[in-house]
Structures are given as C-alpha cells and as structure tokens.
C-alpha cells in the first residue's frame, strides 16, 4: 500500500508496525489496515469534494472503529442491510449521515432504516415506494432517492457494472420506469424526494463515464423542474472510483474527477436556469482498499510437470476477488532477503478447489519455502467483507496499525464461532 515501507531486512512496516511480528503475535492469515492511510484518503476526497457529500460504501469493508475514523473525518455511510447500518449505529455514526441502498430490501432492513433514523432511502424499485411510505409514522417524512439506470456501465468486470440497462439495480429512463417513481415519490405525503441517484460500476479510472452520467441524472431533474416545478436539492453519482492495483497502474485522478464534475454541472444548472444540487458521492473501495494488507505463510510448495504451487494459509475463503473476477493480487516475500532468482509460481490457497488460485503465474523467489511469509498489498476492499468459512477455515482477524503500534480490531474467527451455530440436531 501506499505507507508499506520496505526494510533491509525484508521486512515490510505498515503503520510503522513490521508484518514479521504482527503475523508472529497475531497469527496468520492476518489482514493489516494502515489507520492514517484511510485517514489520508478521506481527507483527500474531503480536499477535491470540500460541498460535495461523500459517502463511503461500507460493503468494501467494514469495523467499528472505521467508521468513527470516517465519522471523525467528516464522511457519511452508505449501507446496504440493517446488518450494516445497526453496526455504524452501535459505533456512535449518526443515522442522519447514512443512505441505505438495495435492490430487495428486506422489511428488516426498512424497519431498521425508520427505527434507527437513517438520512436518505435510496428507492429502486416502484414496488418499495408504498412499502416504505407504509412504515413511516404519521407527521413524519422520510427522505428518499430515485435509482436511476444512466444507461452508462463502466469497471473492471461484468459482474460490477451496475449502470446499463439489463442488469437489476434502479429504474430504467428509457421504458419510463425512473420517471413513473418520480411522479410516485412526489404524490406520497410521508416520502420526500431528495434526489436522483446511479451507481455505474467499480474500479472506473476514467473521468467520462460519470461525466455522462451526471448529465443523465441532470437532464432527468431538469425535466422534474419543469414538470412538477419541484428543483431536487441533491445527485448521487455513486463510487466505483479505481485505484492503482498493481505496480504501474493508476487509480481516477480525484482532483480531475471533481474539476470536470463540477464544471459541468455548473454549465448544465446555468443553461436549465436552475440552482446547482448537491454532489453525493458513495466510494467504497477507494478509501480503504490502498490501507490494507494481507499476510499469509506459505504451508507447502509443490513441483509438478506444468508448474511450480506455492500454497499459504488463506486463499479464496479470505479473498475471492481473483476466483470471481480475475482480480489481480501482487505477493511478495516478507521477512527475509533473497538472493535466488525470482521464477514463475501459482499462488494457491488451502481451500478444496483446483480453482483458489490467488495469483496465477507470479514471480517469486526461487528458493521459496514452507514457513516464508508472503504478503498481498492493496487488500483493504472487498476481500475481508466477501470472506467465507468454506472449509469450516475461519475468517482471519484484522489489525489497525498506527505510528508503529498494532491493535486487534476483528478476533480470527475459530472453529468454534463456526460450530456453535450447528445445533447438532
Ligand atoms: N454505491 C453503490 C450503490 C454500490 O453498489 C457500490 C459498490 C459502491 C457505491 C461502491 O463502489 P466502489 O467505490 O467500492 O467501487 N466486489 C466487487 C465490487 C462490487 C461493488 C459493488 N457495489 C470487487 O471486489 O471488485
């Protein structure tokens, strides 16, 4: 990651703390989250959005004791589950500052959204307008935005672009669907309609994809204005914003992205004679995704006739980005220096299928053995968040780390967190 400092001796310092001795105090696999580098992203979106809301997606991942560093940093939440939004609650996060996303909300997650207060509903779909509008109490109003579908998709793979037209989530502009909801929301006394809303895919490096949705999003207000003479206080372009995943890549340029946005949005209020919204904005992998760590031990290496396999300790169970995605994920060696040339090794895991593969074909050092610590940067996002107990292997723990001091912030699951769920019956 980004503060990961490399020593003479091999080692690697995350937050000042070496991996050598937060793996041999903590265990492995361990994941490691630098706290000042998802301090340091989130004022740099507060720095290029300094108006704008900027919500972070907790699906990327979520703990406590981020979201009041996310709190203290002046970003709200975007949540997708009650199970999300009471954690963020019990940590001390204002409900007020939280959108609720989803596109089957359950009447648990809706119950929880009212109980709790949460700030913004986020609609997608026309069924949920009375279904919410029925929960909320008398006198009162919640605070909901349309999901629109821009009709732009964009991203790093099929499974994450979000914003075409034949795929589930939001309300289609084109068969009138998203302005049908519109009209809905407005006659529903106990619902306030904010704003509009789309979300068009992950890991997006390029500025022109939202350049085009936002003006998707504008046109649509523009044509709410002039229809009900309503002007919405706010848009919602989402996350998905990239960031560098291996060595030469680059992530979107925030300070770009926020120039061109607002340049273009203060053309487009102008021109539709109108007051310019509110930008919201719903990154998730871009604030914690450079902060994080994983570290694995290699178990056993294996010669075969086709390739050399190096297997660690976790694998697809911890992180299933590259058996879902293809996603690519970088070792390296830790804790010693090689002298042995580097060669070419698959990076397995110890799950029960030919296909836990975390990195296919990577360089490592010849001499690689049993007992070596490896490590994955850029492992905060969507890796601990999306891990499974397949194999009954326990999820791994999570440590904060900060000027050189580790703290333990999610315990490894072990197989008795596993077992007592299994009544025996
Ligand atoms: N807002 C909404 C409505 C979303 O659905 C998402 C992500 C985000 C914001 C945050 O997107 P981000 O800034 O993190 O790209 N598991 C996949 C990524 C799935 C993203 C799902 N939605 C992966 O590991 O690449």
């Known amino acids: 990651p980004d503060s990961a400092r490399l020593t003479a001796d091999g080692d690697v310092r995350v937050g000042g703390v070496p991996l050598t001795s937060a793996a041999e105090r903590y265990g492995t696999p361990l994941y490691v989250l630098d706290e000042d580098q998802v301090r340091a992203r989130a004022r740099a979106y507060r720095a290029a959005f300094p108006d704008a809301g900027v919500h972070y997606a907790a699906k990327a991942f979520l703990c406590r004791a ?4 996310l709190d203290e940093e002046d970003i709200g939440l975007d949540v997708c589950s009650a199970g999300e939004l009471e954690l963020a609650v019990a940590a001390g996060f204002p409900a ?16 929880s959204a009212l109980r709790l207060g949460v700030g913004r509903v986020v609609l997608d779909g026309v069924g949920e307008i009375t279904r919410l509008a029925a929960l909320v109490p008398p006198g009162e109003r919640q605070r909901v935005l349309v999901r629109v579908v821009p009709g732009i998709s964009a991203g790093h793979h099929d499974k994450v672009r979000t914003g075409d037209e034949d795929q589930k989530f939001g309300l289609s502009l084109t068969d009138g669907s998203a302005q049908h909801a519109v009209a809905r929301v407005l006659a529903t006394p106990r619902l306030e309609l904010t704003g509009l809303h789309c979300h068009i895919g992950s ?18 207000r523009a044509r709410i204005a002039e229809t009900y003479g309503v002007v919405l206080p706010e848009i919602d372009l989402g996350g998905g914003h990239a960031v560098a995943q291996r060595p030469g890549e680059r992530g979107i340029d925030l300070t770009d992205l926020a120039r061109r946005l607002r340049a273009e949005l203060a053309e487009s209020c102008r021109a539709a004679g109108l007051p310019e919204p509110r930008l919201l904005l719903e990154p998730g ?21 086709h390739r050399v396999f190096v297997a660690v300790d976790g694998g697809m169970g911890d992180n299933p980005r590259p058996a879902l995605y293809g996603a690519p994920c970088v070792p390296r060696l830790v804790g010693r220096v090689s002298t042995a040339a580097p060669h070419r090794v698959d990076l397995v895991g110890r799950h029960c299928e030919a296909g836990d593969v975390l990195a296919p074909a990577v360089p490592l050092p010849a001499d690689i053995r049993p007992g070596d610590l490896v490590a994955t940067p850029v492992a905060g996002a969507y890796q601990l968040s999306m ?25 490894r699951e072990e197989p008795d967190d596993l077992w007592l769920r299994d009544l025996g019956g």
């Open 96 to 111: 007020d500052r939280v959108l609720l996303h989803g596109n089957a909300k359950s009447p648990r997650d809706l119950a």
């Open 285 to 305: 992998r871009a604030l914690v995704a450079r902060a994080g760590v994983a570290v694995y031990r290699v178990l056993a290496v294996k010669r075969t006739a």
């Open 66 to 69: 981020l979201v009041r560093w």
């Open 387 to 411: 891990a499974s107990a397949y194999n009954l292997h326990g999820r791994p723990p999570l440590i904060a780390t900060r000027e050189g001091t580790p703290r333990l912030l999610i315990r």
């Open 203 to 220: 890991q997006i490096a390029e500025v022109k994809p939202y350049l085009a949705a936002q003006r998707r999003l504008l046109g649509l």
